[in-house]
């Protein structure tokens, strides 16, 4: 039950770069050549190149770097995440849709991606540059049979996973900068919004915000953000293939999703020890409520940030933005 889109698509892409006739398209399908041209048009919008040879019929040069469902499946390893993925061209938060998914009832793994968000957002409302088809904007629903006070330390299994999945892909890892960041060259390259619904004693649903930016060049970013944030492509010099990084990504998050539910924090805590920029380093920590500086000496069991006070007190940070 292909639609007329995808049977015109499977017979350019079948057809491997020859051309062919409006004609064939046409008896093919059993439709009229103005239609096949209209859905050419309409495919020609969503990014593919496709070219007229005169007398010959149509060759498909390139294929667009999408964020589909079927592009982010046919990379997709994993037993359970990414089994369900709700793909929308563009939307306002791909956060705000997997909670209210979430809500009624969604799987877990359940996935939302997006090409572009209008509103876009991190911790404390802040906003979250994400323009069209050059990051990855998506939220992943996961519901482990945990209880709440475990979900804040999936940032930190994020972020483990998301590096894994770079460095993969892209043969350079980023650092960690606790608890959300990712950085390379020590500018921001991902960031990860992590939120909960539960009861008092159990989890109903995690929902973890991701947004890696992937193709942007500098000047794709506000103005604002430019001297702070950075791109897989401005980094490595290559454009990247954002569905298989998102599979990657899948991949990963559900690896050390069961190995933290299974064996607990420590050995998740031990890989992110492994590729933090923040531990050992002297550090300043703008709370809600008040402003600490003092020497990151590790993370606890629960993903609680130790730090060292200059008197030598030690507190655990909860939450914070961190200046190195
Ligand atoms: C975060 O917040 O880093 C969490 C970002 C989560 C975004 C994802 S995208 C999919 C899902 N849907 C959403 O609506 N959100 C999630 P925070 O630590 O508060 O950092 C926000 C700050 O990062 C901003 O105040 C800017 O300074 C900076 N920033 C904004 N957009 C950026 C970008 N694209 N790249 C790097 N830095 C950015």
Redesign the pocket.
């Known amino acids: 039950n292909m639609t007329i889109k995808e049977k015109i698509l499977s017979q350019l892409l079948s057809a491997k770069g020859e051309p062919i006739s409006g004609q064939k398209l046409a008896d093919e399908l059993s439709i009229s050549r103005t239609m096949i041209w209209k859905h050419l048009k309409a495919l020609e919008l969503e990014g593919y190149v496709i070219e007229a040879v005169k007398k010959k019929g149509y060759i498909l040069l390139s294929i667009p770097d999408i964020v589909s469902k079927e592009r982010i499946t046919s990379y997709l390893e994993t037993a359970q995440l990414g089994h369900n993925i709700l793909y929308y061209p563009v939307c306002?938060?791909?956060?705000?849709i997997a909670a209210e998914k979430a809500r009624e009832g969604a799987p877990h793994g359940t996935v939302v991606i997006t090409e572009e968000?209008t509103?876009?957002?991190?911790?404390?409302e802040?906003?979250?540059?994400?323009s069209a088809n050059n990051?990855?904007?998506?939220?992943v629903i996961i519901r482990p049979e945990i209880s709440p006070h475990m979900a804040p330390q999936f940032t930190l299994v994020s972020a483990v996973a998301i590096t894994k999945a770079m460095e993969d892909l892209t043969g350079s890892a980023p650092e960690i900068k606790w608890p959300?960041?990712l950085l390379m060259n020590g500018?921001?390259?991902?960031?990860?919004?992590t939120e909960l619904q539960a009861d008092m004693d159990r989890v109903q649903s995690i929902i973890i915000?991701?947004?890696v930016?992937v193709n942007?060049e500098l000047e794709s970013?506000?103005q604002?953000?430019q001297s702070?944030?950075?791109s897989l492509k401005i980094e490595t010099g290559n454009d990247i293939n954002r569905a298989a990084l998102v599979a990657k990504i899948l991949y990963y998050l559900e690896k050390y999703t069961n190995m933290y539910v299974e064996n607990g924090f420590e050995p998740i805590k031990l890989l992110w020890e492994s590729y933090s920029c923040t531990i050992g380093k002297r550090i300043r920590a703008i709370l809600l409520r008040e402003t600490l500086e003092g020497t990151a000496i590790g993370i606890s069991n629960d993903g609680v940030l130790q730090l060292r006070l200059d008197d030598g007190e030690i507190r655990g940070i909860y939450s914070a933005?961190i200046h190195l």
Not at 187 to 193: A, E, H, Q, S, Y
């Open positions: 306002d938060s791909t956060q705000n968000q509103a876009g957002r991190g911790r404390l802040r906003v979250w540059d994400s990051g990855i904007w998506m939220s959300n960041d500018k921001k390259v991902t960031g990860i919004l915000g991701i947004g930016n942007q970013f506000e604002s953000i702070i944030a950075t933005d």
